[in-house]
């Protein structure tokens, strides 16, 4: 689904380094924290290139764009993405896309 079946990691849209959690919504997109990356990645069902959503690929920061070690994710009913971020102490809400 997402990442490198050989288990390589990394940066890139198609690989993931140290995902720690996903979620899944009504359209079998999963979105996933990408803690090694500072970032949430979202994979449109049957696709292997994600989309950064929250955070930057590999800037950790305190602002509201950017995110420490996103460790959780979670979606309501209108698919806004919520993201605990572990090192800034805060959960952080992503209006939907």
Not at 70 to 76: E, F, I, K
Request: glycine letters at 12%.
């Amino acid at each position: 689904v997402a990442g490198d079946i050989s288990g390589a990691s990394g940066s890139t849209s198609t690989l993931l380094n140290m995902p720690v959690s996903l979620t899944v919504d009504y359209m079998s997109n999963v979105y996933v924290a990408d803690t090694g990356n500072s970032r949430v990645q979202l994979f449109l069902a049957g696709q292997l290139n994600g989309t950064t959503v929250a955070g930057v690929t590999g800037v950790s920061g305190t602002t509201s764009s950017l995110l420490g070690i996103p460790y959780g994710v979670a979606l309501d009913s209108q698919l806004n993405l919520y993201v605990a971020d572990t090192t800034n102490y805060r959960v952080q809400m992503f209006l939907r896309h």
